[in-house]
């Protein structure tokens, strides 16, 4: 799995680095920033829940597995 967000697109609600610290985080601007693209086990799990239900900005995408 691959996690990728799109700052762009980030609405800097901070949903990801709540329920997902260990695979987001936030810059000083409130952005996400990825700082584990390939995370494993509950924190795999958790990038999933945040990409597919939480951040509303729809910024975070996973790929592969």
């Not at 693209?37 to 975070?60: F, H, I, Q």
């Amino acid at each position: 799995m691959k996690v990728h967000a799109e700052r762009d697109r980030c609405i800097g609600a901070g949903l990801c680095t709540l329920h997902a610290p260990s695979v987001f985080d936030q810059e000083d601007d409130g952005m996400v920033v990825v700082i584990d693209d390939s995370p494993t086990g509950a924190a795999a799990d958790d990038a999933r829940k945040v990409a597919e239900y939480l951040c509303p900005g729809k910024a975070v995408h996973i790929t592969g597995g």
